[in-house]
C-alpha cells in the first residue's frame, strides 16, 4: 500500500509534537475488532494455563509475576488473585496478533515517528481490564523502565490498539498533554522497587490529563516520555487493549536476542 495512505496529516504532527500524542478512531472495522478480541483471548487462556503447569513466579512490591510461555505475566494486585493482567511480549503467541506488528495502519506512521524508513518491534504487551477487576495504572512513562536497555530512547513510539469501546468508567487510558517535552522526569523515590518508575506527580500538572475515550479499533500513538496512566474499571465491561513499540530497523528487542523487522515485506 502507498504509503500516503496511512501517513501523518499536519495536525496530528503539530499534535505529537505540542501533546505527545494523537489518535486515529474506529481505525479497525468491527470485524476486525472481533478477530483481534479472540486472538487476544486466545493468548490470555494460554498463558494463564502456562503460568498454572509452572513457571518462574515472582512477587515485586507484593504484585505477582510469572515468566512463562516466553513472556511475562502480570497479575491484578489485590491479595490472592488469579486474574491475569498483562502479557509481554504477547506476538508470538497468536499468528493474528503477529500478523498486526505488520499492519501498514500501524507502521506507516510509524516510520515517521521513528524516523526511519526501516522500523522493527520493541516490545508489546496485552493489557486486560476485565469487568469489576482491572485496576489502575498509575501514571508513568516508559522511557525510565527502557533507559538502561536501550540507547535510542527518542525512537520508541507507541501505538495502542482499542479492543474494546474505552471509557472513563471502564478505565480508558489518560495521557498528561505535553507532559513529553521535558524528557525523563523524576520518579516516586522510597516507594520501593517500583517507585522510582513511575512519575512523581509534583514533575507535571494533573490538570493537564486528557482522557483517551475512543470506540474499539482506535489508535492512541504516544511519545515514550508522555506520561500516562489509567483509572480502574468500575464497569460491566471488558476494557482490552494492545500496546506496540517501534524503533529504528536492524535492533534487537526488549529482553528478547533478536530483531523482529516490522513491515518489511
Known amino acids: 500500500m ?3 495512505r496511512f501517513g501523518l496529516s499536519d495536525d496530528e504532527r503539530r499534535a505529537w509534537r505540542d501533546d505527545g500524542f494523537f ?3 474506529a481505525a479497525f472495522t468491527p470485524q476486525e475488532v472481533a478477530q483481534l478480541q479472540l486472538a487476544a483471548e486466545r493468548v490470555a487462556a ?5 503460568a498454572r503447569q509452572g513457571g518462574e513466579r515472582y512477587a515485586v512490591d507484593g504484585n505477582v509475576y510469572v515468566e512463562a510461555a516466553g513472556s511475562t505475566l502480570q497479575f491484578e494486585h489485590t491479595p ?3 486474574t491475569l493482567r498483562v502479557v509481554e511480549p504477547f506476538h508470538h503467541l497468536d499468528a ?3 500478523r498486526l506488528i505488520d499492519d501498514p495502519r500501524l507502521v506507516e506512521p510509524m516510520r ?3 524516523g526511519c524508513e526501516g522500523v522493527a518491534l520493541w516490545t508489546d504487551k496485552l493489557n486486560l481490564k476485565r469487568p469489576r477487576e482491572g485496576s489502575t495504572f498509575r501514571w508513568h512513562q516508559d522511557s525510565p523502565y527502557w533507559a538502561h536497555a536501550c540507547g535510542h530512547l527518542d525512537q520508541l513510539p507507541n501505538v495502542m490498539v482499542t479492543l474494546d469501546d474505552a471509557s ?3 478505565g480508558c487510558f489518560r495521557v498528561i498533554r505535553g507532559s513529553h517535552r ?3 522526569l523524576p520518579g516516586c523515590e522510597g516507594e520501593g522497587r517500583l517507585g522510582p518508575l513511575f512519575t512523581d506527580p509534583r514533575a507535571f500538572d494533573l490538570a493537564d490529563q486528557v482522557p483517551a475515550e475512543a470506540p474499539a479499533g482506535s489508535l492512541v500513538f504516544f511519545s515514550p516520555h508522555t506520561v500516562h496512566g489509567s483509572g480502574p474499571n468500575a464497569s460491566d465491561t471488558q476494557r482490552r487493549a494492545l500496546v506496540i513499540t517501534y524503533q529504528p530497523a536492524g535492533h534487537a528487542m526488549f529482553k528478547v536476542p533478536k530483531v523482529r523487522e516490522a513491515g518489511a515485506a
Open 2 to 4: 502507498p504509503h500516503a
Open 23 to 25: 489518535v486515529r478512531r
Open 46 to 50: 494460554g498463558a494463564e494455563q502456562a
Open 80 to 82: 490472592g488473585s488469579d
Open 96 to 98: 493474528r496478533l503477529d
Open 112 to 114: 515517521e515517528l521513528v
Open 168 to 170: 472513563v468508567a471502564n
Open 182 to 184: 521535558r524528557g525523563l
